[in-house]
């Protein structure tokens, strides 16, 4: 038998302008996955689901999404072999903090290292994103690209790959939480049917020059500038926002508090904002959660950049 566990932390997909493109890794929550190769015949078990989010995964779909995609895409013969798996489900579910990303990308990690495959990062986020058709109805790879990688990632979505490049990036963001999944199963999906189809070109080069200007904003070390383009989206956010209860009260509230930007995480209800420092990230994230709760109950949370998937 063999076995290894790996922790895959949270994350916030987008940051404004960077929608598919950009995300970041926050150590505010974290999956594990416990993974047993066995003798066995090809079937794969979920042996426990346990932690403080446990009884919101119905059907752990991501896990089992990349042992598929590992058979059916890499050719992977696990057909004499069972595999056991626990999952740790420390990722709250459906409020745009990545967590079907976080557990595909340690099952895709830790399954890359028990099975000797030695999958580049990019390939373990191609795997990871193929599996999160499985949950959230297409593939996604920013959010599994950030928990693999940790800090700061960008990526370019080719048709049979991902070109992924992470950037260091040590900060402290607030966030508004609800506490409960508002818009239910199949949100992400909901949340991309809102988005315009085609989009005016004056409009896409706005969104493109401030995203390009944020990477180079970090690798650069002005955060200020970071955060600045975050809340210039011209194209998602305005779509989306529309549906976010309070989005704009919650905007305001961080505004008010000096936040370096604010914009919704992933695909929402959660709220980000860029923040100066921990402390400042605390005061952020109790006037957004304040404001929040006007319309949804909402807790305030705060997270640093996080580092990627590792074994624990
Ligand atoms: N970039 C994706 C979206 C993240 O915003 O739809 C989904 O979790």
Known sequence: MKSIKVRAYCSSANLGPGFDALAVALD?????????????????????????YAEQVKNPS??????????????VHLDDVDIVVEL???VPIGVGLGS???????????????????????EVVYIAGLAEAYAAGSPHFDNVAASTLGKLVVLAILEKEIIVKQIDFDTWFAIAMPTKNIFGEGKTKMMRE??????ELRKAVANWSR???????????????FGKMME??????PARSKLIPCYKEVKEAAKKMNSLGVTISGAGPSIIALTKSRGHAEEVAEAMANAYSKCVEAVPIIARTAPGAHIV
């Open 100 to 122: 079907s990303g976080a557990s595909a990308a340690a099952t895709a990690y830790g399954l890359s290292h028990l099975l000797s495959l030695n999958l580049k990062p990019s």
């Open 232 to 237: 210039l989206d011209e194209i998602v956010e």
């Open 88 to 90: 740790y489900k420390g």
């Open 62 to 75: 991501t896990v089992t999404g990349v042992i598929d995609v590992l058979k059916n895409v890499k050719g």
């Open 211 to 225: 995203l390009a200007i944020m990477i180079t904003s970090v690798v650069q070390g002005d955060i200020e500038t």
């Open 28 to 52: 505010a929550f974290y999956d594990e996955v416990e993974i047993k190769i066995v003798n066995g015949s090809g079937k794969v078990f979920i042996e426990r689901i346990y932690g403080p």
């Open 194 to 199: 809102v988005l315009p189809k085609t989009v």
